[in-house]
C-alpha cells in the first residue's frame, strides 16, 4: 500500500505542477492579447487622431466652432 500512497502523492503534485504551469501560461496570453489590443487601439488613434489624442481634442473642438 505504501509505493501506491507515494504514487499518488508524486500524481498529486505532478498534476498541480501542470496546473500552476496551465493557468501561468494563459495569464500570460490574456496580458499579451490586452497588450495586443492596447498596441493595435495606439496605432489606431495615430491613423486617425481620435483614441490616442482624445485629450486633446476635446478643448479644440470648441476653438474649431
Known sequence: MRPVVVL??????????VWRVVVVRMVRVVVELVAAVVVVKR??????NNINNNNNNIPEKPKEN
Open 8 to 17: 499518488v502523492g508524486r500524481v498529486v503534485e505532478w498534476v498541480e505542477w
Open 43 to 48: 496605432l489606431w488613434g495615430n491613423n486617425s
